[in-house]
């Protein structure tokens, strides 16, 4: 696959001079006690978002990071995790292993919480993870998968399934677009390899991810990512990808469809002190309620003067119906 090799040509030269060209980050690191980040690191943060959310964090199950880049997240993760073996990192870019690796021992320097056994890194693929089925409590990536064609995407999205346990979370950053990306963009192996080609509508984006068997989605954030403009890109008119940060739980797929967070609410404020919709979902009167898009429409659909549901924030924050 051509556009695989031109993007580990990349990698392997963004890990021997980092590139501060090669992803946008648009949320900075976040800010943890008692850590302290190489420069370095910051110097190769790849990413086009992040995928560190602290509420997800295993207490028993390591975290399996897919790409590992400089190694900033990777060390994040091991902040929160505090355990040896708490990190996995899986990269197949030999130099890019090489240089995480003495990335973090320049972070063990600056940390003395963090041992050499804190992060285990692992030559491997998203496409065959070297990790066991079942094993792992938290899948994370950072703008990768969208570098991915369709069926490549879609191994690599089985991949994480398969080696999550159930109930386990799978930690997603990429790209996406308000419109498919002209396939004379797509076919271009090195905007892809630069996490600019390969962006998919956010709907089949996340129809990806419920299709090999992920019950309950949550969208975290999305904000603007990067503007392909018309004269540089050759397009009709300029076109503006943005960066979601999602997270999708190894649960069952409901048989009406999955779970799918984006920042709706419901509120009654009806005479009575609580409605109930009958189907599970009790609303207390005056009280937001995040609910699914799901739960969002039936509710919607019942025409109740005194409830009101709003609209997507496209930030979801947990709790709610379901």
């Known amino acids: 696959m051509q556009y695989l090799e031109a993007t580990r040509r990349l990698y392997t030269a963004a890990a021997q001079t980092p590139d501060d060209q090669l992803c946008c980050v648009s949320t900075p690191p976040w800010r943890m006690p008692d850590l302290q980040i190489p420069d370095i690191m910051h110097e190769m943060n790849y990413g086009c978002g992040t995928t560190v959310h602290p509420r997800d964090i295993p207490d028993d199950a390591p975290v399996l990071y897919i790409g590992v880049g400089g190694g900033l997240e990777l060390l994040?993760?091991?902040?929160?995790?505090?355990?040896d073996g708490g990190v996995i990192g899986v990269d197949n870019v030999p130099e890019m292993l090489e240089a995480c690796s003495a990335n973090l021992e320049q972070a063990r320097e600056l940390n003395d919480w963090l041992t050499p056994r804190a992060v285990q890194l692992r030559a491997g693929d998203a496409l065959q993870l070297p990790v066991e089925d079942d094993t792992v409590g938290l899948v994370a990536q950072n703008c990768l998968f969208n570098i991915f064609r369709e069926e490549e995407l879609d191994q690599a999205l089985r991949e994480a399934h398969r080696v999550l346990r159930p109930g386990g979370a799978l930690s997603l950053s990429d790209p996406i677009s308000p419109r498919p990306i002209p396939p004379h963009l797509q076919a271009d192996d090195r905007l892809r390899a630069l996490c600019l080609s390969g962006a998919l509508p956010l709907e089949g984006y996340l129809a990806r991810i419920v299709a090999v068997g992920f019950?309950?989605?949550?969208?975290?954030?999305?904000?603007?990512?990067?503007?392909?403009?018309?004269?540089?890109?050759?397009?009709?008119?300029?076109?503006?990808?943005?960066?979601?940060?999602?997270?999708?739980?190894?649960?069952?797929?409901?048989?009406?469809?999955?779970?799918?967070?984006t920042g709706r609410t419901a509120i009654w404020f009806g005479e009575a002190q609580s409605f109930d919709d009958g189907k599970g979902h009790v609303l207390r009167r005056d009280v937001p309620a995040p609910v699914c898009d799901k739960t969002a429409a039936a509710l919607d659909a019942l025409g109740l003067e005194h409830l009101i549901v709003t609209e997507s924030t496209w930030h979801y924050d947990g709790g709610g119906c379901c």
């Open 76 to 83: 994040q993760f091991a902040s929160l995790a505090r355990r």
């Open 215 to 261: 019950g309950t989605i949550e969208i975290r954030g999305r904000r603007p990512y990067r503007i392909l403009d018309k004269e540089r890109f050759g397009l009709d008119e300029h076109l503006l990808l943005e960066s979601v940060e999602v997270v999708a739980y190894k649960t069952p797929v409901p048989e009406d469809g999955p779970c799918i967070f």
